[in-house]
């Protein structure tokens, strides 16, 4: 197992509040284009959420899954912030409320640019909710 030297604080925010507090000893956490992995003492970040698994670790090894989807990520002086729309366990996503929310984007309107573009985004973190629920459910199976 690695083991890690320094924590590092984490804080999570969606627009009902605060959803996650702590330390951690690495952390992974989705941008628009892959995977962005944060160690303590790195050096300054600020870039956009994407969609996906934001996957925490903290010095006892214990790791946890969230699903996270859209707003921007910070890390600064030890202390990485993200500010996203969603937040959640993945083990609490309901697979078919996921599917209902990739129905709901495909209804959503796509007659200008910027409704593309949210429709786009929004069928996207949808479908990742889903794909990580799914992979979820048969992990906790097959365990």
């Known amino acids: 197992m690695v083991e890690y030297r320094h924590p590092f604080r984490c804080e999570v925010f969606t627009p009902t509040g605060k959803v996650f507090a702590g330390e951690l000893a690495s952390a992974k956490f989705p941008a628009p284009d892959g995977l962005v992995g944060v160690l303590a003492g790195r050096g300054p970040l600020v870039m956009l959420l994407g969609s996906?698994?934001?996957v925490?670790?903290?010095?006892n090894?214990?790791?946890a899954r969230y699903f996270v989807a859209g707003g921007f990520a910070r890390f600064k002086d030890d202390l990485l912030t993200l500010m996203t729309d969603q937040c959640m366990p993945i083990e609490q996503i309901d697979p078919e409320a996921a599917?209902?929310?990739?129905e709901q984007a495909q209804q959503m309107p796509e007659e200008t640019s910027e409704q593309i573009e949210r429709r786009?985004?929004?069928l996207l973190a949808a479908r990742n909710k889903?794909?990580?629920a799914q992979k979820h459910r048969k992990e906790t199976e097959g365990a």
Request: aromatic share 16%; glycine share 16%.
């Open 52 to 54: 996906g698994p934001f």
């Open 56 to 59: 925490t670790r903290e010095m």
């Open 61 to 63: 090894g214990r790791r």
């Open 99 to 102: 599917w209902q929310e990739i």
């Open 120 to 122: 786009g985004q929004a």
């Open 130 to 132: 889903f794909n990580l």
